[in-house]
Structures are given as C-alpha cells and as structure tokens.
C-alpha cells in the first residue's frame, strides 16, 4: 500500500467538485496545471479567477521532501516555529553528502563516519517531528519521491529545485527554499504566483538513439536557462502519452534548467503501469476513477493556442539525440553537429569520463538501455576508451538492476559503480587529478554543467546528455562520435557500428530491494531529545535576524558587482562546503567566491573601502559587517539561477547585505531573499547596471515608503563626489513587506503573527 493513501483518497475526493466550480469561474476548458492549482486553494473551493503572472496564491501543497543538506537549515529553522509536529506528510532524504571517490560500499562508510553528526541529527529531528527519514544510501531524494510518494494530480514542494522530478508521475513539483518549506510544515499557506503556462506538443514517437532526455535538452535549447521563469511546462501529445513514466520524469526534472517553476504530464497508462510496478495500485486504482481530471481538457490539448501563453511543438520521430554544453545546459547541439562544433570552439574531443545516473536518468529503462551498449564492448571485441561510471537512483533500482545482472555488464567494463547518491552531479566527487585543473571533457547524464560543478576544475567541460548516448561516448572516447553513422576500430582492427540501445520500461520480476533505507518517525516524538553540540562546526542553532529599525539604509558599500552569469553555485557553492550546510557562520565563508568581480575580472578578489586593499569576499563582508557598515550586491540576468539553496540568500543576509540589485532573478532566488529579510530588487533601466563604480557608497532614499508596486530610489555616490540616482523595482506585496519589516519570514512564524 501507498504511503499517506488516506491523504491521497482526500485530494481525489475534492478534485472534480472544485475542478468543475473553477471551470465555471474561469468560463473555458482548464489545462492540467490550473486543475491541480485549483484544487489545492488555501481557502478550498475556488471563488474567482487568477491572473497569470499577476496574482499571488495562497496553496495548500499535500507534502514536503528535503534532502539532507537543505534540510539542515530548514529543519534547524521548523524548531523555531513551536510546534510539535508537521502538518503534512513530510520527509528527510540523506543523499548529498556522500562524496563519489572509490565505490559505493567504501564511500557509504566514510560518509556515514564523516558525516555521522549530522545524519544523527536529521533522524533525530525527523523521528521528534513525526518526518520519514531515508537513511544515507537509501537513494536520491527524487528517485525515492517518485517511487513512493509521487502522485497524479497532487502538489508538493521540495528543498531542491529538481523537485520538479514528480511532474513524470503527473504532480505540480516545486522547488523552494527551506523558508517555505518551513511554512507548509508549520500548517500554513504557501505563496507562488500564479504561474504563466508554456505547452509543449509531443508528436510522433521516440526511437532508435533518440531518449526522452533529447526532448529536454531541445526545450532547453529553444527556451535558455530563463526562458521558462514564471511558468509552469505542461507536456502532452501522442508522443508524451507513448513515453514511460520515468522519461516524463527525466524531462520533469531538467525544467529546472530552463527556469520553470515545474513541469508536468497528465495521467496515462504508463503513469498507472509504473505505480502498480512501485507497489500502488492504491493510487493507480483511485487515480482511475477520476482520470479525466488528471489531465488537461481535451479542448486545450486540440487547440493549444488558445489556452497556454506560449506553445512549442516537438516531432519525436524526427528528434536527434543532442549534447548540451558545455558550461551551461541550454547550449544543444545534435549529436551530428558536434564534431563540427568542437573543432570549431576547440572543445577537446577526447572523452575522459562518461557518468551515467543520478536524479534525473537512473531508471531501471535508462540503466537497461546503458547496459544493452555495455554489453556490445564484449560482443564486438571493443574496449571502452574513457573511464565509466554509474551513479543508481535509489537501493531498489541498484538491487534491481544487480538482481538482473547489469551491474556485472557494467563490470565487465571496468566501470565503478557509485553510492546510491548524488556524487558527481552535485559536485561531491573526489575525482583524481582534477586539482591540476587541466582542459579535459566529460559527458554525462545529470541536470547541469556548470562551470567547477562536477569536479571543481575550471577547466574541465561538461557536456549533458542521455545515458545510452553518454555510454556510446565513453565507449568511443570520442566527443565527435555519432553512434548513428559512425563506426568503430575493434580491437582485432575490425570497423564495426554500435547496434541501437534496448531497454525495458520496468523489471519484468518487478522492483526489488531486502531493505529500501526508510525510518518512520515516532509516534509520540515529544520525548525525542534533538542535541546541537555547541563547540560544532556542521551544526549550529540559528539565531533570529534582526528586524529592520524602519530608517532609509545609508552608508552602504558596493560588495561586489557581479559579472555574467551567478548561480547559486557561484553565491554558495556545493562541494566540499556541503559539510557546512547546518552551519550558518562556517559556510558563510564560501559567500560568492565564485562570482566574476566586474572590475577586475577575478573571482573572491573585491576591494575593501575600508582600507583600500583586495581581499575575498566573506572577509570584505565581515569587515564591513563588524564596522557596522551595510553592503549591497549588484548583479547580471537570472541571478541566482540553479539549485534552490537558500544559503545563498541566508549567508548575505548574515553577512551584513542588505539588498541585492539585479538585471533579473531566477524564480526560486527572489523568494529565498525575501524569506530572508533582504531587499530584492531589479533596475528599472538595466542599463544603469554599468552606471555603478566599484567605490560607491549607496543610500536608500525612499525606503521608509516601501510599498507594493512602488519602485524605490537609491543614490549611488562615487569616489569623485559625483552621484547617480537609479530606480530599483521591486515584486514585493503587502505580506513579503511585512517579512522585510519582521527581518524574515521565521521572525513571524515564531511570533505566531504569520
């Protein structure tokens, strides 16, 4: 039986009364996406109609996951809010802080000493609060949320932005910040905007080379890593009903790239045919009975136009794989196009590593098609030229995929198989020799590529694309290698041609695993004892911020202008400082050093007006910090683009920041500083973005006027006395002011004035 079946029962029970009420008020045929919106209403039954890109909404999500670096900070921050357990369903996955060094027994074991504070902490939190805790090994976060909890037709958030995973199995997905996720837990609404909606018509069907991954990765082309900001990504179509349930859920999962607050898929036989392989045939059955409620209405899927903001139009049957990168995952290139590219930018062509798994393509089908590839290094007397690895979504697809026998296949390739964790696709991968920081290419089959993320080496190319794709790669160690035209050298000096990959959708003996790693909670936890040792460096209790004193802020020191591109790996990068995520103070000190000084070009390199000199930047912030000198951050397009860390915004805050100015925001990012008690703000004129001097003193002049809809001005003073006055806009309504005013959005939730 399905975990929270119960809760389940409720939403479908709801479902057609206030889908039909919102129909009516809306006055047209609905899209999937606004029947799960309006279905989970704070307030219930819908009453009016919401603008998109307009209105804020208040949503009432069925469940919360966080992974074990996110959850620290959330969970640190939910033991502030006074209550004694959560109000929904909600887990705790232990998965990012098993470093990828050697193989996945010895590297569980070390995590599980290194990291052993902290994992004691999260059980322990969990097993108070009445939250399911997967233990380190147990999988990543959103391969066991799609396994066990994923449902058609429901609403959840998640501290990682690849929760947007669970559109494959037909949910509304949501990555946040542990701020909101703090709120949902303590029983209260959760705010989003009311999303834009982008419709992405799949015609034909996949075949041959072509995986559901190339569907991503083209999307990811046309629309760039902020084409889909504001907007949710509804998939349908022959093509998206011929697909298996885990490709929608790769497809799902990728969105994040392009910006999307989440992508989603209505219900379809493959969607039913994988909860009854995953032991829900609970959620398949009540799923049955209102299917025409989980998916969009046959009107909008007839004429698209009508009803989606904009509509894109893809023909599987005619779909090449691609490659995207590298430095960026909305760079696509056909696969037949890529030799010519590399030559032409100078991407060395030799492949030293192919990496297959994680998050977004470990499915049995993915595993199975890579295998069917591994297989014919053998049978066609070839030997794999780069080095291979593989990286299972959870402990049931690895116990699977041993029980029949693709483990020993990629054995006998001399591949490694990693911990049931993220690893290299989150920068926790102890790669030898990276530290030489040589030009060197890898291929995989993860979400992202940028720069320093798999390996920490600048220099080192990352290039994304489907697992069968990334497998003919390393075998041919060639970058230009196109398995659908290109041949071979055997190793008896034969040219032979890789057969296309083949695969099953699901195990025919069904999934398997002796233990899967799940610990329910306690059913009493108000005895639970939660220790933070105080002389820690993981874990610290969080101190409130304080409230904003209700004077225009002066006196403030440009921090640092940041140039290009700056993610949340650049503003707090992963790695090895994922050690620190519990410790607000200690991974401070990794606050944008990775982000490009404007003036200089160089990365944790800013000028400290203070003294004159250059020094990194949580030192240049600490020192202004402890003069009492507010700072500001100025930045590029789509800043804070990536992961939903909110360290990224928390460290800045704690760092003495008080605003952050930008071209633009990616979605997440804007939320988390708000949540925080930080001014998020946006040039009214992007051009004033070069108007700002490295030596400027900036004041707020309007600040005590904060309002909605009301820019705010404020005065830039250069070294030389002269002064440029720019216009800041702002999103903020009257309940994020009110978080602004509070110094956070925690500041009152503890005060239960929230």
Request: charged residues 20%; hydrophobic residues 40%.
């Amino acid at each position: 039986m399905a975990f929270d079946i119960e809760m389940i029962k409720k939403v479908y029970e709801n479902m057609p009364a206030r889908v039909d009420k919102a129909r009516e008020i809306v006055g047209r045929p609905l899209t999937l996406t606004e029947k799960i919106l309006y279905n989970h209403l704070w307030d219930g039954n819908p009453t009016k109609a919401f603008g998109r890109g307009i209105d804020y909404v208040d949503f009432a999500p069925d469940r919360v996951a966080c992974q074990d670096a996110t959850a620290q900070m959330a969970l640190l921050q939910f033991m502030h809010a006074g209550k004694s357990k959560v109000a929904v369903p909600t887990t705790v996955h232990c998965d990012h802080l098993i470093q990828a060094k050697v193989d996945a027994a010895t590297d569980l074991a070390r995590a599980k000493t290194q990291s052993n504070e902290v994992f004691d902490f999260l059980s322990s939190v969990s097993n108070k609060y009445g939250i399911g805790f997967w233990k380190p090994g147990a999988g990543i976060i959103h391969q066991v949320v799609l396994e066990n909890y994923a449902f058609p037709g429901g609403m959840m958030i998640g501290t990682d932005s690849h929760t947007v995973n669970a559109g494959g199995l037909g949910m509304v997905a949501i990555g946040v910040g542990g701020a909101d996720a703090v709120d949902v837990m303590s029983g209260m609404a959760w705010e989003l905007k009311f999303p834009k909606l982008i419709g992405v018509k799949l015609t034909g069907k996949l075949s041959g080379w072509t995986a559901p991954k190339d569907v991503i990765l083209k999307v990811a082309g046309i629309l760039t890593v902020k084409g889909g900001t504001g907007a949710i990504v509804e998939y349908f179509g022959e093509g998206a009903k011929a697909m298996s349930c885990t490709g929608k859920g790769t497809i799902c999962n990728m969105g994040a790239e392009i910006g999307a607050t989440t992508s989603t898929f209505g219900y379809d036989d493959s969607m039913s045919r994988y909860l009854r392989s995953t032991n829900r045939s609970d959620v398949a059955d009540a799923a049955d009975k209102i299917a025409s409620y989980l998916t969009g209405d046959p009107e909008v899927y007839a004429n698209p136009e009508q009803y989606f903001d904009q509509v894109i139009e893809i023909n599987l049957s005619t779909l090449e794989p691609h490659l995207n990168g590298p430095f960026t995952p909305d760079l696509a290139t056909p696969i037949s196009k890529m030799k010519e590219e590399a030559i032409k930018n100078n991407w060395p062509l030799q492949v030293q590593y192919g990496l297959i798994g994680s998050c977004t393509n470990s499915s049995y089908e993915d595993i199975s098609r890579a295998a069917s590839l591994a297989k014919q290094v053998a049978a066609k007397n070839l030997k794999t030229k780069a080095k291979f690895t593989i990286t299972p979504g959870s402990e049931v697809v690895r116990s699977t995929i041993e029980r029949d026998g693709f483990i020993d296949t990629f054995n006998k390739i001399n591949a490694t198989v990693f911990a049931n964790a993220c690893g290299p696709c989150i920068g926790m991968w102890d790669r030898e020799g990276a530290e030489k920081e040589e030009r060197n290419t890898i291929v995989h089959s993860f979400n992202r590529n940028f720069s320093k993320r798999a390996d920490g080496n600048p220099n080192t190319l990352a290039f994304v694309g489907s697992p069968e794709l990334v497998t003919a790669l390393a075998i041919a160690g060639d970058l230009g290698f196109n398995p659908l035209t290109d041949k071979l050298i055997n190793e008896d000096g034969e040219e032979v041609m890789l057969e296309e990959p083949t695969g099953d959708e699901l195990p025919a003996k069904g999934f398997y695993a002796e233990d899967p790693g799940f610990q329910a909670p306690a059913e009493d936890g108000s005895n639970v004892q939660v220790v933070v040792n105080p002389t820690s460096e993981r874990l610290q209790l969080l101190a409130p911020f304080d409230a904003w004193d209700g004077k225009n802020i002066t006196g403030a020191k440009l921090l640092i202008k940041a140039f290009g591109k700056c993610t949340t790996d650049h503003i707090s990068m992963a790695g090895p400082w994922l050690r620190f995520r519990g410790h607000l103070d200690n991974i401070s000190n990794n606050m944008l050093i990775g982000a490009v000084n404007a003036y200089n070009q160089k990365t944790n390199s800013v000028k400290n007006q203070l003294t004159g000199q250059y020094d990194a930047v949580p030192a240049v912030a600490r020192a202004y910090k402890a003069a009492g000198v507010p700072s500001i951050v100025v930045g590029d397009h789509n800043y804070g683009e990536g992961s939903s860390r909110e360290h990224a915004a928390m460290e800045p805050r704690f760092l003495g920041v008080k605003a952050v100015l930008v071209k633009s925001f990616a979605r997440i990012h804007e939320t988390n500083l708000k949540k925080q008690g930080l001014l998020g703000l946006t040039f009214a004129n992007e051009a004033d973005y070069d108007k700002i001097q490295e030596d400027d003193t900036i004041n707020f002049l309007d600040l005590t006027e904060f309002a909605p809809g009301k820019p705010l001005t404020l005065e830039f003073v250069h070294a030389d006395g002269t002064k440029d006055i720019i216009l800041a806009n702002h999103t903020y309504n009257e309940g994020q002011i009110g978080w602004f005013v509070a110094g956070s959005a925690l500041n009152l939730i503890a005060a239960g004035k929230a």
